[in-house]
């Protein structure tokens, strides 16, 4: 299987590189259009800021290679709210795969703190996504300030401050706001599961 990993300058996407190879693949870290869209399954991970990451994509073409892919893609982080509407985020105007905006975490008490960075469960999920996760077992690892409201595409939810998305889904697009390479044996099955994703 091809994995292609997008590259662009967003961090964290080393620790994706290595969740990969535990697993047995060796994924290409690449921004070439041809080897992106050629994958059998793309990862749009990253941690970073989401203005500066748009006008990157935009300015290499990868906003366009993007939103045209037909195989399972999987964002991470700032890549589930790049895929999305539009970020409060500096203002900015994202992908538009999912029709929905990504807002910043208000703290209504002094204990809640941004960005929401930690451990937290996941429930409510559903999605081939999640098959082998314990509902009493669902631990995954945040780190965020901004988040995707729970709406039509939302297949897990979390807690922070109110629920949100913790992962969307539509179509052949997958994402989710917790860093699954960072989330121990949780994690790494559910990137196991996504690779094993029917894409037919």
Known sequence: MKVAIVKYNAGNIYSVVNSLRRLGVEPLLTDNAEQISSADRVLFPGQGEARVAMTYLK?????????????????????????CRHSEENDTDCLGI???DVLKFRPERHEDKVPAMGW?????FKSPLFRN???????????????????EYTIAEADYIQPYSAAINKG???????????????GAQIIKNFLEIDDK
């Open 59 to 83: 300015k290499h073409n990868l906003d366009a290679v993007i939103k045209n892919l037909k195989q399972p893609v999987l964002g991470i982080c700032i890549g589930q709210q790049l895929l």
């Open 98 to 100: 999912f029709d929905v």
């Open 172 to 186: 052949n697009f997958y994402a989710t706001q917790f860093h699954p390479e960072k989330s121990g044996a949780v």
């Open 133 to 151: 996760i314990e509902k009493n077992d669902s631990y995954v690892y945040f780190v965020h300030s901004y988040y995707v409201p729970v709406c």
């Open 120 to 124: 937290n469960d996941l429930y409510n």
